[in-house]
């Protein structure tokens, strides 16, 4: 059985503190780990799909990276606008329905 | 281009009461999925359609049935609402091209039974 757990449960940070959110998994066969966005009272936004251990993906703000065993959503001088909660996902084997974490909860402050 | 929209948007129903979920998308996508999110579950699978005509049971099916009406829309039932169903409900199309690259999310539907 697929399992996807995030940490911290939630995260506060000054503007422009970095910082990393964490995504470990166990999966038979990992067919893409998925980052998503949410804001509250919307649905998740997607935000990366990674496929394979040392790669990256860039946007704005965020970068995600992926090793056999987990992945990091690094958010570098975050603002205010940055606050959401962040969703981890990850497919495998032949099954196209991916598992979810729980989130990360991240607020920053002004 | 919409994406993918959900009516209704917010539902207050009482317990054995019954409501349908609608969900429509555009994006022309084979496959279409119905989750729930509660707070400190994340998003749990209900039901799932790879392709017009077909449908399967996800991880908490119990208490729903769905309908996969054509390719753009997914509807998602409860025959006997109860207040164990009080939940946000998303809809979901993935753009299959290689896997699941990505999962487009509707905005929601807030249900409450009391």
């Known amino acids: 059985e697929d399992q996807v757990t995030q940490s911290p449960e939630a995260l506060r940070l000054q503007e422009g503190e970095s910082s990393s959110l964490n995504c470990s998994y166990t999966v038979s066969g990992l067919r893409g780990l998925f980052w998503y966005r949410q804001d509250p009272g919307k649905g998740p936004e997607f935000l990366f799909t990674l496929y394979s251990a040392g790669e990256e993906k860039e946007k704005e703000r965020l970068k995600a990276t992926l090793t056999k065993k987990e992945s990091f959503l690094h958010i570098t001088a975050p603002k205010p606008e940055d606050s959401a909660t962040y969703l981890c996902?990850?497919?495998?084997?032949?099954?196209?329905?991916?598992?979810f974490g729980r989130g990360t909860s991240l607020i920053v402050h002004p | 281009n919409a994406g993918v929209t959900q009516t209704p948007k917010f539902q207050v129903l009482k317990t054995g009461q019954s409501m349908t979920l609608q969900c429509a998308q555009d994006m022309n996508h084979n496959s279409m999925y119905w989750y729930r999110q509660d707070p400190g579950m994340g998003l749990r699978l209900i039901y799932y359609?790879?392709?017009?005509?077909?449908?399967d049971k996800g991880e908490v099916p119990n208490g729903y049935n769905v309908s996969r009406l054509n390719k753009r829309e997914f509807s998602l039932r409860l025959e006997s609402a109860a207040p164990s169903q009080t939940s946000v409900y998303f809809c979901a199309s993935p753009m299959m091209g290689d896997s699941q690259e990505t999962q487009y999310f509707g905005p929601g539907t807030r249900l409450l039974v009391l």
């Open positions: 996902a990850v497919g495998s084997g032949g099954s196209y329905i991916p598992t």
């Open positions: 359609s790879a392709s017009e005509g077909t449908t």
